[in-house]
């Protein structure tokens, strides 16, 4: 079994349009150990890839 973190990339609109994730083997990682070491940076890399996919065009914005 394993202890799963998972972000959400979100389009311009702030709705979840993919995940980022990590997983660890729950027997050789405690659960407080595996959040305080995965969360943030997990947190970061999907906000990361989310303004870059925004900056880039790779998002379309839609017209009102």
Do not use: C, N, W
């Amino acid at each position: 079994h394993g202890t799963t973190v998972i972000a959400f990339i979100e389009d311009p609109d702030g709705y979840p349009i993919a995940a980022v994730s990590v997983v660890a083997p729950s027997l050789r990682m405690p659960l407080e150990r595996f959040l305080k070491v995965a969360l943030g940076p997990v947190q970061d890399a999907a906000r990361t890839i989310s303004k870059a996919m925004q900056a880039g065009g790779a998002i379309a914005q839609q017209a009102a």
